[in-house]
């Protein structure tokens, strides 16, 4: 069933930036539709981590990424935003203050602005070069992100990389998996320095092995069953590591689809933005979140929340031209009851 709507702002993409965009345009009286091609809101969040622990959210030392959503969700139920999922943006048309855009699924939107919150886009792992991989993809002995932790319980784990994503799950899958080994091919880490501190110090306690300075090399099992994982060192020494399961964590393919052929200046697959308006090379769309980049950008959520904010009031102008935006704090105004018209 295809669908039109009619609104101020399109928003394209319904990970925690975008679904934070909800609440900051409602707050202004602006009314917005959320536009996904997964089938449900949270990002990669929802598909991809959503028992993953989160702890740079302010206020909240720690929460599981799915609960974040589910937070975000209770926090733009007032403004009543249509939603548009399982869609794929298609087709741009017009100019500032009327764009139409189009979906895979024949569907129509009427905005005056777009928000561009794609996240990393149509996302993928990047897949290490292993002889044999998708018969252990298909069984589960290779897995790219955790959707439940207890599926781990009892499990021999190694882990592969040197990210956030990395250092986060082996700290996570402590007192679950049977044992956790982490490979990487040096001894410095590319994640937040205290979970890099924390890591060092669950190593030493003994609750999870430094596998270090080595790479992967190969699988080894029957009919898709791991039962170890070779690795190999700077020199090629290779040593078998005793393994149910492998966690390769080497980040994600970024895929922006057709957003890419709208003519948007890009830097390295993302859109350039303004850092104070996170306004994109064509007037009239916005881009936030990890998809946008300019000088000093860091790819965090809470930036991410940011930058709704900032473009939410930059949009504002737009929407309603020569009035005044006599902004107030949300503790002074309040959440709005009811759909922002």
Known sequence: MTTHIETDIAIIGAGPAGLFAVFELGMLKLRSVLIDALGAVGGQCTALYPEKPIYDIPALPAIEAGALISNLEAQIAPFDAPRLLGRRVEGLAGTKGDFTLTTDQGDTVRAKAIMVAAGAGAFGPNRPPL??????????????YVRRREDLRGKRVVV??????????????????????????????????????????????????MVIPYQLHGLHGTDGHLQAVSVADLDGTLRDLPADVLLPFYGL????????????????????????TCETSIPGIFAIGDVATYPGKLKLILQGFSEAAMAAHAIHPIIHPGTALHFEYSTSKGVPQGSAD
């Open 131 to 144: 002889e044999g991989l998708p018969a252990y993809e298909a069984t589960g002995a290779v897995q790219y």
């Open 253 to 276: 393919s970024m895929d922006l689809g057709p957003i890419a052929a709208w003519g948007l200046a890009l830097e390295r697959h993302h859109v350039a933005v303004a850092p104070a």
């Open 160 to 209: 592969a990389g040197g990210g956030d994503s990395a250092v986060d799950w082996a700290l996570a899958l402590r007192g679950i998996a049977a044992s956790i080994q982490v490979v990487h091919r040096r001894p410095k880490f590319r994640a937040a320095p205290e979970s890099a501190a924390q890591l060092d110090a669950a190593a030493a306690r003994g609750e999870v092995e």
